[in-house]
């Protein structure tokens, strides 16, 4: 150290160049600010866009599934309905079946499957049996085998097994 | 800092010292360790204050450095505040500038009243006059080392090892314009008294007979007027060169004086080992007489040094900076 008095405080830059220097720091920080909202912005957006995505894709899922639903069910209805028709027409065959029974005979049991018929019952004589039950009974089936057992009263139990013939 | 700054800015450095009513100026642009431009100038006072705004506007980084060659300052062999108080100096009422194996100390009052004074010129480095001989010279034991300016002369003189023993400043009277501006005026007061007179002359022509006489008096009083304002003006001239010599005379031999008393001052209290040599520093013109007196006086053998105070002054600022 060589001086008496110590160097004034100098400036880097002169007063009119502060002020430039200021106004172009704070359009610089605005600019940056304005880059970083709009940063933050856009990086929330896609991550709105990501989770969007992921919803779509679940709402697919459950559109897919719902479809599959939705043709489960109606393949129901339409059992449902095949059902239906079929209870029909088996309550009418049923039904038919029961007005075929002549007054004299009674039926203890009947089965009825998809091709067979079986009716288990009391007939007073196998006379009446033949002429009023086998007939419409063969009418229908392809096949009628009767089984009877006299009963100690002399009417006799029987045994109908009719079957319709498969078709190939 | 500064060394981060040098490498991209420049750095103005200007040095000055006044000289009669004169500012005599460098300025130095230096960037990166290399001087630019180096300029010098010599300023009014006025100039001068424009000129330090123009630099300032021109560069923020501008150094304004000079000298203070006010009498109540020294060197002392020694830092210490005791060795000041040995030697009688009250370290309250002064700076001390601590330097590598002595210091150089101010009066507080004198850099105080500088600073005021010069408070307009923002000046950021006040040097010692006798940092301008240390830094210059090769230290030679037994010889004295002077310094001449236009303002005032310093002397240092060396002792083992190698720490300034004595020193010494004196302030030169520079007070030849003033003394012009009386002259000027009391020559001028006179010559126009010869011209009342004539027009007193004039007043006591009572008679005037006719307007060819009025004329002819007129035309005698223009010349008369003419004739004695270029006589006053050439007086002025060689009044003005007289007084200038009378001055420089007077100088030279206030500084012989100061010599001699510096050196019978230095015997008979600070050292028995006798000079050898005077080594002049000096930045005007030095007249082979002036010498030749001093060797005369003191009988001791003398060399020259010629200066430039201002690349000093500008050397030192950049040190001052670098440190």
Known sequence: ?168 | MYRLVKYFLKTTFISFYQEKKQFIVQKRVVKNENILSQEEFKFEENEFLTFIKSCFIENTQTYISTIIDTFNQGCVDSCSHSRYKEIGINIENIKILCLKNYSIFIGLYELNEFNKNMQQYKIDFVFSPYLLIDINNKKTKNTLYLLITKNFVAIIIYEKPLIPLYSNIYQLKVEITNNNSQLENSNTDEELDGIDDDIDLIEDIEDLDDLDDLDELNDNIDENIDDEFGDIEDETNNNKNIQEDMSEMKNELDTIEFLKNSIKDYYESYSDNFLDYIHIFHNGEISDKFIQTIKDETLLDISLEKINILSIINDLALKEIDV
């Open chain 1, 1 to 168: 150290m060589y001086s008496f008095t110590k160097a004034n405080k100098k400036p880097f830059f002169a007063e009119d160049t502060k002020l430039w220097l200021i106004f172009i720091f704070a359009i610089s920080a605005l600019m940056i600010f304005f880059s970083l909202f709009l940063l933050t912005k856009s990086y929330f957006y896609k991550n709105d866009i990501s989770e969007f995505k992921v919803q779509i894709s679940k709402n697919n899922k459950k559109i897919t599934d719902f479809s599959n639903k939705i043709i489960f069910i109606k393949k129901e209805k339409e059992l449902n309905t095949q059902i239906s028709v079929n209870n029909e027409l088996l309550k009418d065959g049923v039904k038919n079946l029961l007005d075929l029974i002549p007054d004299p005979i009674t039926l203890t049991n009947i089965k009825i499957s998809k091709n067979s018929l079986f009716i288990y019952g009391v007939t007073p004589s196998k006379e009446i049996y033949n002429v009023l039950l086998l007939p419409p009974l063969k009418s229908i089936f392809n096949i009628t085998i009767t089984n009877f057992y006299q009963m100690d009263n002399g009417w006799y139990k029987f045994e109908s097994i009719n079957k319709l013939k498969e078709e190939k």
